[in-house]
């Protein structure tokens, strides 16, 4: 059963970094320093005060960044490789009891998927966004984006079950809103 709450906490984890990188990472190590997360062997490093230092000024620096308007759109295209890369990290910190290669296996698929789909839709947001506002609702999308970050890291770590069934929904959601703007039906009227 701890492992199956790992995985689904992974999952939580890695979604959240999607919408920030550093945030669920810092919400990982202050969970472990404070005894609400045990980490998976090998990457006891998370619970550090040199990480706390670390992953707590990176996360400032990345949450300021997103509200330059420029800099937003050319930070998603870092992000989203990044993204991935911290998503499998953040799943395989927090799988403990599994075989090495099945739990890095399962962070690169699971952990790296989401991580990379959330990016992804968060990704087209913004830069619908820049395009229907020039820049100027850019930080309304950061503010979500870091609520989403927040509240999906902590909810990952709490109520695991719960997290998994939100990243669900929003996953649903972007895969509809996806579907109507790429396969939408146009009608052309004929001349009476």
Same mark, same amino acid.
């Given at each position: 059963?701890?492992?199956?709450?790992?995985?689904? *906490?992974?999952?939580?984890?890695?979604?959240?970094?999607?919408?920030?990188?550093?945030?669920?990472?810092?919400?990982?190590?202050?969970?472990?320093?404070?005894?609400?997360?045990?980490?998976?062997?090998?990457?006891?490093?998370?619970?550090?005060?040199?990480?706390?230092?670390?992953?707590?000024?990176?996360?400032?620096?990345?949450?300021?960044?997103?509200?330059?308007?420029?800099?937003?759109?050319?930070?998603?295209?870092?992000?989203? @490789?990044?993204?991935?890369?911290?998503?499998?990290?953040?799943?395989?910190?927090?799988?403990?009891?599994?075989?090495?290669? !099945?739990?890095?296996?399962?962070?690169?698929?699971?952990? /790296?998927?989401?991580?990379?789909?959330?990016?992804?839709?968060? *990704?087209?947001?913004?830069?619908?966004?820049?395009? !229907?506002?020039?820049?100027?609702?850019? @930080?309304?999308?950061?503010?979500?984006?870091?609520? /989403?970050?927040?509240?999906?890291?902590?909810?990952?770590?709490?109520?695991?079950? !719960?997290?998994?069934?939100?990243?669900?929904?929003?996953?649903?959601?972007?895969?509809?809103?996806?579907?109507?703007?790429?396969?939408?039906?146009?009608?052309?009227?004929?001349?009476?």
């Amino acid at each position: 059963m701890e492992t199956f709450f790992g995985i689904m *906490t992974g999952i939580g984890l890695s979604a959240a970094c999607g919408f920030r990188i550093f945030v669920p990472l810092f919400v990982i190590n202050l969970a472990s320093l404070f005894g609400y997360l045990n980490v998976a062997p090998g990457f006891e490093w998370i619970g550090s005060y040199s990480a706390t230092i670390a992953f707590g000024t990176a996360t400032v620096l990345e949450i300021l960044a997103y509200y330059i308007p420029w800099l937003d759109n050319l930070l998603d295209a870092i992000a989203s @490789p990044v993204s991935i890369i911290a998503g499998a990290v953040a799943t395989a910190s927090v799988i403990v009891d599994m075989p090495y290669h !099945l739990k890095w296996m399962l962070a690169i698929i699971a952990g /790296g998927g989401i991580a990379g789909f959330v990016q992804g839709a968060t *990704t087209a947001i913004r830069a619908k966004s820049s395009l !229907l506002t020039g820049g100027l609702g850019n @930080p309304v999308i950061s503010t979500l984006e870091l609520a /989403g970050a927040i509240i999906t890291a902590v909810f990952a770590i709490v109520i695991p079950i !719960l997290c998994i069934a939100l990243i669900l929904i929003f996953g649903f959601i972007a895969v509809c809103k996806a579907g109507r703007f790429f396969f939408r039906r146009t009608t052309r009227r004929l001349p009476p």
